[in-house]
């Protein structure tokens, strides 16, 4: 029994596969940087750089991304598992 390398796992990956992985880790990246981007507006509340208004409206935007990130996040685990259980 030879074990096999990181390479000769990735190389095979086929394209709908390896789209799938490219897509849910930028995903994860757009995740991570519109949950910052909350935080940074708290901050910008906190020390009265935007108005309670802009604040408001702002957030709504962000946890409406944030949340469409997730779900789509949760779709392409869901392909994951189908490809992984159909081979």
Do not use: P
Request: proline share 0%; hydrophobic share 30%.
């Amino acid at each position: 029994f030879k074990q096999k390398t990181a390479y000769e796992i990735g190389v095979r990956l086929v394209g709908s596969e390896m789209c799938i992985r490219d897509r849910y880790k930028h995903l994860l990246v757009r995740k991570e940087e519109t949950l910052i981007s909350i935080k940074e507006l708290e901050c910008d509340l906190n020390t009265e750089k935007i108005s309670d208004s802009d604040y408001q409206e702002l957030r709504k935007k962000l946890e409406a991304e944030a949340n469409e990130i997730i779900e789509r996040l949760d779709q392409l685990e869901q392909s994951r598992k189908k490809t992984k259980s159909t081979q």
